[in-house]
């Protein structure tokens, strides 16, 4: 990887906005101004030394992006999609790819957000499609006519000399104008041939423009179905998450109706913020003591030992235990791989949505609300709202 050179700005003093920075707690930002110090230092020839006190502090860099070794930018994504902002969600994937390939980490790298990457490469092809000049032949700068213009000369020479030469024989080897005449004639019909073969390469020419015209649009309509296929792909995997995601907030929604606390990484999972967590905490527990109130007033009790779970919902492909711990129904469970074309459901692999939906069929204990599930998640992973 390239190594990208550091800029400065020949009147900035650095040193100032260096001070300014650390003054504010800015260690990053100070470590930054340093460099372009350190920079304009050496560009200039100036005669000061160079530091690096706040070098540490320097975010690191792969393929031009910036990120920080010591950031959960998986958790920084999640967030970023519960707060419904894709751009940021966008930016963190970005740097969290970065940091994966810049340190060497064995974390699978994600695409859950597009992002352009041929751009440049589009709308040059564009540009030189949209602004190419209409075709024209001059043989004046055909490199080939010239060829066969010197070529035909020079044979048109020969064969006057020759032609000449023989005239010249025929009256005891003197010139006269007859031997020129029939010499000059010789000259002009190859002079004639070229002219004869400025049509083909009128075409010659023509098609090689309208092959160089192919070749771009080739280009073009490549990097156009390269970038499609990255949108459709991180549209998908979008798609797969959201639904995961979903799936993760209704199991922390359900485990807090029933007064239990969802484990830090369901939390994550489920994009919600720690503050609305709390908040439908606090909403729950204000619930169950008013319910205690009631039932205290009423003198009712409980009574009996009850079950140890609740049932399944008709909507849900879990349910969560009274202990606070969440069972999942194993038919409900359906995961759709884009990249390989694969269904994975019940422990069996499918290549195509007939076959998964005659499995589906052949399984008699599947209820109603099992292929309604099913059937919501199919459509969700595999884009089609």
């Known amino acids: 990887m390239a190594i990208k050179k550091t800029t400065y700005d020949r009147d900035t003093d650095y040193q100032k906005k260096i001070n300014d920075a650390v003054a504010a707690g800015n260690y990053t930002v100070a470590a930054k101004y340093e460099q372009a110090r350190n920079a304009k230092i050496q560009g200039e020839a100036l005669n000061y030394a160079q530091t690096n006190k706040y070098s540490s502090y320097l975010p690191k860099e792969y393929n031009g992006v910036e990120y920080d070794s010591g950031t959960d930018y998986m958790k920084k994504i999640y967030q970023a999609f519960g707060k419904g902002d894709y751009t940021a969600a966008s930016q963190y994937e970005q740097q969290r790819n970065a940091k994966i390939d810049g340190e060497g980490l064995p974390n699978a790298k994600t695409n859950y957000t597009y992002t352009p990457q041929y751009d440049t490469q589009i709308n040059e092809l564009f540009n030189k499609l949209l602004n190419r000049e209409s075709f024209s032949y001059d043989t004046e700068t055909d490199p080939l006519y010239k060829l066969y213009r010197e070529q035909y000369i020079n044979q048109g020479r020969l064969a006057m000399q020759d032609t000449m030469g023989q005239a010249a024989a025929l009256t005891g080897g003197y010139g006269s104008s007859y031997s020129q005449a029939v010499g000059q004639q010789q000259y002009d019909a190859y002079l004639q041939k070229l002219n004869g073969v400025v049509p083909e390469l009128y075409q010659l020419a023509y098609s090689r423009y309208q092959d160089e015209g192919d070749e771009l649009k080739d280009q073009y309509n490549m990097y156009m179905a390269k970038d499609a296929q990255d949108y459709d792909r991180a549209r998908i995997n979008y798609a797969q998450l959201q639904s995961q995601m ?139 709202g």
């Open 246 to 384: 979903n799936a993760a907030a209704d199991q922390v929604k359900a485990i807090l109706e029933v007064g239990g606390s969802p484990s830090a990484d369901l939390v994550l999972r489920s994009g919600l913020s720690d503050e609305y967590v709390q908040t439908l905490k606090n909403y729950y527990a204000q619930l169950a003591a008013q319910a205690a109130q009631t039932a205290a007033r009423s003198g009712g009790s409980s009574g009996g030992g009850g079950g140890s779970s609740r049932t399944y919902s008709s909507d849900k492909d879990y349910k969560v235990n009274k202990d606070g711990s969440v069972s999942v129904k194993r038919v409900r469970q359906l995961n759709y791989q884009p990249d390989e074309g694969v269904f994975k459901w019940n422990g069996n692999q499918y290549t195509s949505v007939d076959s998964l939906l005659d499995a589906w069929e052949k399984k008699s204990d599947l209820t109603n609300d099992d292929i309604s599930i099913l059937k919501r998640k199919l459509y969700s992973q595999m884009g089609r």
